[in-house]
């Protein structure tokens, strides 16, 4: 298969300030050492709890914000060492959709406009060209003809996430970055955006990177899923395999705190001890060390290998 995007140890570190002087006194390792492959048509969830990375991973892969180190290939091109104009012409193939569409409209532009503002910007000039790739998109996305001179205050929030990614898929892009595009929504209404979503990538063969702190939504849409603790990978693995036979200590804790539909299924329930430590100074060791029911000595010590145990069944703990 193709790997259409390809992150080698990346790092994007926040440098924290004190003193006086707004001196660098630290730094958040939001995203320390993760290394992945998205193969072209998949699409891969990224999960763990908030401030665990995942929107950073998302908007450095894009290079929305700049990277502190690692690699971020894109179709086989180094996306940081791709000149101004280069990386310009490649945007509208690499797209992102947000958690709040609305805070990214403005209130005072009809919505037909907002979706095809993004084609100006890259050189489409007949207004008639424009209205049409528009009419055509929002009705892909399930938004009707009369709706677009309409204002975003108009809408509900399921509407709004349908701009949301009408506006994303204007361009015609091959990959996008969804992050928690369902989360702020009704659960009646998730299930109806997750379902656009999954007809867009079979019928325009997009690949994903579909971020979300809640593991059912992404068993729906992901081929595979990796989950994040602290800045770190923990695991990946296909979405069956992972949800049949979770590895890592965390993955478990996240899984049994999904709601079983069937009562008389029994599962142990792994309630997590304490806070998320926080990434400005993370715990030795396994970074998971204060909250994992397993956890012994060597754990504190010692950074497990982030290592493939067979099936692409990528995991890091000592004890697996
Ligand atoms: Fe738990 Fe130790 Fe495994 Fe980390 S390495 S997940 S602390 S058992
Ligand atoms: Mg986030």
């Given at each position: 298969k193709e790997v259409l995007m390809q992150v080698d140890n990346l790092k994007k570190y926040f440098p924290i300030t004190g003193g006086v002087f707004q001196r660098t006194v630290g730094n958040v390792k939001a995203v320390d050492d993760v290394s992945f492959r998205i193969h072209r048509g998949e699409s891969l969830g990224l999960v763990g709890e908030s401030g665990c990375g995942k929107s950073t991973i998302g908007r450095t892969i894009l290079r929305l914000n700049e990277k502190t180190d690692g690699t971020?290939?894109?179709?086989?091109?180094?996306?940081?060492?791709?000149p101004k104009e280069e990386l310009r012409r490649m945007r509208p193939k690499m797209q992102i959709v947000f958690q709040d569409p609305f805070s990214s409209l403005n209130p005072r532009i009809k919505v037909g406009q907002a979706i095809g503002e993004a084609l100006y910007d890259h050189g489409v000039t007949?207004?008639?060209?424009?209205?049409?790739?528009?009419?055509?998109?929002?009705?892909?996305?399930?938004?009707?003809?009369?709706?677009?001179?309409?204002?975003?205050?108009?809408f509900s929030g399921g509407q709004r996430q349908r701009i949301g990614i009408a506006r994303a898929l204007i361009m015609n892009p091959e990959f996008i970055v969804a992050d928690e595009p369902v989360s702020a929504l009704d659960v009646s209404i998730q299930a109806q955006i997750i379902n656009l979503l999954s007809d867009?990538?079979?019928?325009?063969?997009?690949?994903?990177?579909?971020?979300?702190?809640?593991?059912?939504?992404?068993?729906?849409?992901?081929?595979?899923?990796?989950?994040?603790?602290?800045?770190s990978m923990v695991e990946m693995s296909s979405t069956e395999e992972l949800f049949r036979n979770p590895l890592h200590p965390y993955t478990k804790a996240l899984m049994s705190a999904i709601p079983v539909p069937d009562p008389t299924y029994k599962r142990d329930r792994v309630v997590l001890q304490g806070d998320i430590p926080s990434p400005a100074n993370p715990?030795?060791?396994?970074?998971f060390h204060t909250r994992c029911p397993i956890a012994s000595d060597i754990c504190k010590q010692q950074a497990p290998e982030y290592r493939d145990v067979g099936n692409d069944h990528l995991v890091a703990c000592h004890f697996v």
């Open positions: 971020v290939l894109f179709q086989g091109k180094d996306l940081y060492k791709l007949d207004s008639k060209v424009v209205r049409e790739r528009v009419l055509e998109t929002m009705n892909i996305c399930g938004l009707a003809s009369y709706q677009y001179d309409r204002y975003p205050h108009e867009l990538q079979r019928d325009k063969q997009l690949t994903y990177l579909f971020i979300s702190h809640d593991l059912s939504v992404v068993e729906h849409l992901c081929d595979r899923v990796g989950v994040m603790y602290l800045g715990p030795s060791g396994c970074k």
